[in-house]
């Protein structure tokens, strides 16, 4: 089992909304992460949660934030979102952050900010 | 700065065509992974190539990487429709790999298109 699921897969929300993008894999995997992408770019990291604490955000604005509540489990809390926001969220894990570690993502949601 | 470097960034070619994708880095690599993406979809990992002058193959495609380390090729042999898609390098420098500055980072992709 190679699966990382995300719910929902499509989201719209207005600027003035609070949701999450929830993530879940059952792999054993100590590491996981938040990608966003825009169309016909490549995804870019946002945040690195390693053993269940966030080891790494890339600068990424305070209307996303990131919560670990256990191995398994990886959400993405969205509040005040701006349209330029729109893209698709890729969450992703892997068994650590080793060397030759591989990454598997899920499907992402695909979000719209109105 | 781009820490991967992917050529070509778009190719159409025609069915059963032969096609090479590069990913160059003056970075080393503790290992290069190789993704296909569809429209709206998450991307999909092909192949893992982590040994310096490793040639790995999956079918029709073929994935080396360099001695140094620092980079890979993916090969298509006779090209299918199916195997449209955006293909993806993605790797973490050596020196982060492990510990709270992992990161693994992407290349700017391959958009392929094939024509039946």
């Known amino acids: 089992d190679t699966e990382v699921t995300q719910t929902p897969k499509h989201l719209v929300m207005g600027m003035t909304n609070k949701k999450s993008l929830k993530c879940e894999q059952h792999?054993?995997?100590?590491?996981m992460y938040w990608y966003k992408q825009k169309a016909k770019k490549p995804p870019e990291l946002m945040f690195v949660?390693?053993?269940?604490?966030?080891?790494i955000n890339e600068s990424v604005p305070s209307r996303f934030s990131p919560e670990c509540p256990n191995s398994s489990l990886l959400n993405l809390h969205l509040h005040a979102l701006q349209p330029e926001d729109s893209a698709l969220y890729l969450c992703?894990?892997?068994?650590?952050?080793?060397?030759?570690?591989?990454?598997?993502f899920g499907q992402g949601t695909r979000l719209t900010v109105v | 700065t781009q820490l991967l470097e992917q050529s070509p960034q778009f190719l159409s070619i025609q069915e059963g065509e032969n096609l090479t994708v590069y990913c160059n880095s003056s970075?080393?690599?503790?290992?290069l992974q190789w993704y296909r993406q569809e429209p709206g979809e998450g991307p999909v990992l092909l192949v893992t190539?982590?040994?310096?002058?490793e040639v790995k193959k999956l079918k029709r495609l073929t994935f080396q990487f360099g001695d140094a380390r620092k980079d890979s090729s993916l090969h298509i042999t006779a090209a299918q429709p199916g195997d449209t898609g955006l293909y993806l390098c993605?790797?973490?420098?050596?020196?982060?790999?492990?510990?709270?500055?992992?990161?693994?980072?992407f290349g700017k992709g391959t958009l392929l298109t094939v024509n039946p």
């Open positions: 949660y390693s053993y269940e604490k966030l080891s």
């Open positions: 993605a790797g973490a420098p050596a020196e982060n790999s492990g510990g709270s500055n992992y990161k693994l980072t």
């Open positions: 970075s080393v690599f503790s290992s």
């Open positions: 190539v982590v040994t310096g002058g």
């Open positions: 792999m054993g995997h100590r590491a």
């Open positions: 992703a894990s892997s068994q650590d952050t080793g060397a030759g570690t591989e990454a598997f």
